[in-house]
């Protein structure tokens, strides 16, 4: 990115799982804190974003833009992400911009060049699989996210490249698949990569509708009782 926003003018939140995080833009780039995973997001967001615009910038200077990411992911985080980032918004009059949370996981985690695969449990029987192109400086779509049961899933994981999964889709991979040519990474969209794409985008494209701005549901949503899905 050539040129930054005013430090504390910007922020970031990524709430697609049970860690989330958020992350303001600082005089060096995105500062990051990561949310407390058996805190309800709805309790700890504002508080985590106060903390890092005192650390960057006076906190009466204006919040002019706010990044959200849209999943696909938990429902319960994503709707309270969605809602602060909308709060935010109609109360410091801010911009708006949604990046769907794959993409900042793409971005942060692969280099130049590289390709990545997503092959994350959804529950309920689906598995989501997306695959992405990282370049420079933003991700390409090379297939989109899409939730499919498990054989379907595994079928359309490639042999090669890197492979972004969670604990129970790792085992599942390796009783289908002994590892081979794949890198594969238990990693999370993180709030400070999705600052970056969104600022990159939101530089490119401009700011969102708010009621544009929905969390990227791939299947119907099974409430669990006791539990922040």
Sequence with gaps: MSRGPT??????????????????????????????????????????????RSRVCDPALPLETVIVGTGPGSYTGLRVGIATALGLAR???????????????????????????VFWNARGGAYYLARYLRSEDDVEVLEAPCALPLAAALGRVPEQGVLF?????????????????????????????????????FAQEGPHAPE???????????????KRR
Excluded: M
Excluded at 19 to 25: E, F, L
Excluded at 170 to 190: K, V
Excluded at 212 to 226: C, S, V
């Design 7 to 52: 430090p504390g003018a910007i922020c970031a939140i990524e709430t697609s799982t049970r860690t989330g995080s958020v992350a303001v833009w600082g005089k060096h780039g995105p500062l990051e804190e990561r949310l407390e995973e058996n805190k309800a997001h709805a309790s700890d967001l504002l508080p985590a974003l106060e903390r890092l």
């Design 91 to 117: 109360g410091f009059g801010a911009s708006l911009h949604a990046v769907a949370s794959f993409e900042a996981l793409a971005l942060g985690e692969l280099s130049p060049g590289e390709e990545g695969c």
């Design 165 to 201: 999964c969670d604990a129970s889709t790792r085992e599942e991979l390796n009783a289908a698949r002994p590892p081979g040519a794949q890198r594969r990474l238990e990693s999370l969209p993180r709030a400070g990569a999705l600052l970056q794409l969104g600022w990159k985008r």
């Design 212 to 226: 544009t701005i929905a969390p990227l549901y791939l299947r119907e949503f099974a409430a669990a009782a006791g």
